[in-house]
């Protein structure tokens, strides 16, 4: 009975030194990553609801317009007071998102659409447009 191996067929002792220089780190890389998969935990959505509204004071004008865009997204009619809010923001990145938000939010009571009518003087046109498109949404 004859042993044979994938080296056998190599044809020198240089290639089989290349072959297991070449071949092991792709073995390691692979088993760590298949091996470390791990499904995360689902947040629990009253958690990232409490924490997207603590994010809407932040400093950072990019925090609070992607703070207000992700509670737009989620679209929970508990938000919309925080949203409305927004509207009056010094940034008009903040103001537009704000205004787009509340366009995907269900249903706009008539509060909600007179804020977004005054938002149609404002000096940005960005933020008009978002607001235009909000009001046309619902």
């Given at each position: 009975m004859t042993y044979f191996s994938l080296f056998s067929i190599l044809p020198s002792d240089a290639c089989r030194i290349k072959w297991?220089?070449?071949?092991?780190?792709?073995?390691?890389?692979?088993?760590?990553?298949?091996?470390?998969?791990?499904?995360?935990?689902?947040?629990?959505?009253?958690?990232a609801l409490d924490l997207l509204i603590l994010l809407l004071d932040d400093r950072d004008t990019l925090v609070r317009r992607n703070a207000v865009?992700?509670?737009g997204k989620i679209g929970d009619l508990k938000s919309k007071p925080m949203l409305l809010g927004k509207l009056d923001d010094p940034e008009p990145l903040v103001r537009e998102a704000a205004a787009r938000s509340l366009g995907w939010l269900s249903?706009?009571?008539?509060?909600?659409?007179?804020?977004?009518?005054?938002?149609?003087?404002?000096?940005?046109?960005?933020?008009?447009?978002?607001?235009?498109q909000a009001l046309n949404r619902n």
């Open positions: 297991s220089l070449l071949t092991f780190p792709f073995l390691a890389c692979f088993t760590l990553t298949v091996g470390c998969y791990q499904d995360s935990p689902s947040p629990e959505p009253q958690k865009e992700a509670l249903g706009l009571d008539p509060e909600t659409r007179s804020r977004l009518t005054m938002l149609l003087q404002d000096d940005d046109t960005s933020v008009r447009q978002a607001a235009s």
